[in-house]
């Protein structure tokens, strides 16, 4: 069984959603070496890192929650949690050292960058592929029945539909043996973490807090 995992809205353990209530950039965001020109692809330099404020109620968490500029599109989490990571996978992902602050307060935390989608883990024939017009509207079912197929697609759907179209994954089903810790895109969000039971049993033995876990 795998959960997609998300920054927990639960108050009670994140004191405030979202945690981080703004950046502190040290250069332009428009800098090219800026942390969000790297999006899903493995970095070709060394990113100017953004630190992240957390608001006043919010709490220290290991993962924490962050849709500011210089988070988007990737996780903020703790030593730990990134530890636990690397122990189930090693390729496929990034991490970049920065800092949450509050008040007087600076504690270490990384930023996850991920440039690799597990599309070879979907079990196709108990996954959905939906047809998406301007990102929100479902036009149809689409039939896909091969990784090659599904890493093509959104070029396909472009050329034969218009720009205006692109897919998405909308029901998962993950093969047997996948591995533990899966990434991918598009599906709801945009970007879907994934663990497997294992890890999850890891994560809750360890108390990594901030984590929600949606059964798939």
Do not use: C
């Amino acid at each position: 069984m795998y959960y997609k995992i998300k920054a927990s809205i639960d108050l009670k353990m994140v004191g405030r959603y979202p945690q981080v209530e703004e950046g502190i950039f040290p250069v332009s965001v428009h800098h090219p070496q800026f942390i969000d020109r790297i999006r899903y692809e493995k970095a070709q330099f060394e990113p100017i890192m953004a630190k992240a404020k957390l608001a006043p109620r919010a709490k220290f968490t290991d993962l924490i929650s962050a849709s500011t500029i210089g988070f988007s599109l990737k996780l903020l989490v703790s030593e730990r949690l990134k530890e636990i990571f690397e122990l189930y996978r090693v390729e496929g992902m990034e991490f970049f050292a920065t800092e949450v602050v509050q008040k007087s307060i600076a504690k270490k935390y990384w930023v996850m960058s991920i440039y690799t989608f597990d599309y070879v883990a979907l079990d196709l024939a108990n996954s959905q592929i939906i047809l998406t017009k301007d990102v929100f509207e479902e036009v149809k079912e689409i039939n896909v029945y091969s990784t090659d197929q599904l890493r093509t697609l959104r070029e396909k759907v472009q050329n034969e539909y218009g720009e205006d179209f692109s897919f998405l994954i909308k029901k998962l089903g993950f093969l047997p043996n996948s591995k533990d810790l899966l990434f991918l895109r598009p599906v709801s969000a945009g970007v879907g973490y994934y663990v497997s039971q294992r890890l999850r049993d890891h994560l809750e033995e360890s108390g990594i807090t901030g984590i929600d876990f949606l059964e798939l």
